[in-house]
């Protein structure tokens, strides 16, 4: 089970950490990736983590703004979101995935993340 949060409002300019936290199963056997969906738009990729912690993938529009890194030790995944701008504003979910045909799936492969958590709601004012 996944569970995202950390969400909240905070003005542009301003940060948040998100963090996603495993249950039920050990997640360093896992890549993990965050997902956001805007109101009235489609769910889009944002960044992810291979299960070492030792590659990532960002979107374009997040690129040198937001930081994905894990702890194991912990089962969590964290998203650190700099320099927030307003159509930043979204529901942030975290999916995990354990394919075996992947160190970290390409940002466009969504169905090989196998298990979604409910997300968190980030809004950011302008």
């Known amino acids: 089970q996944l569970q995202a949060s950390g969400g909240g409002l905070v003005q542009a300019g301003g940060s948040l950490r998100l963090s996603c936290a495993a249950s039920?199963?050990?997640?360093?056997?896992?890549?993990v990736g965050w997902f956001r969906q805007a109101p009235g738009k489609e769910r889009e990729f944002v960044a992810a983590?291979?299960?070492?912690?030792?590659?990532?993938y960002y979107a374009d529009p997040v690129k040198g703004r937001f930081t994905i890194s894990r702890d194991n030790a912990k089962n969590t995944v964290y998203l650190q979101m700099n320099s927030l701008k307003p159509e930043d504003t979204a529901v942030y979910s975290c999916?995990?995935?354990?394919?075996?045909?992947?160190?970290?799936?390409?940002?466009?492969?969504?169905?090989?993340?196998?298990?979604w958590g409910q997300g968190t709601l980030v809004t950011v004012s302008s």
């Open positions: 999916a995990a995935g354990s394919s075996s045909s992947w160190n970290l799936p390409l940002p466009g492969y969504v169905r090989e993340y196998g298990y």
């Open positions: 039920g199963r050990t997640f360093s056997g896992y890549y």
């Open positions: 983590i291979s299960r070492s912690g030792g590659t990532t």
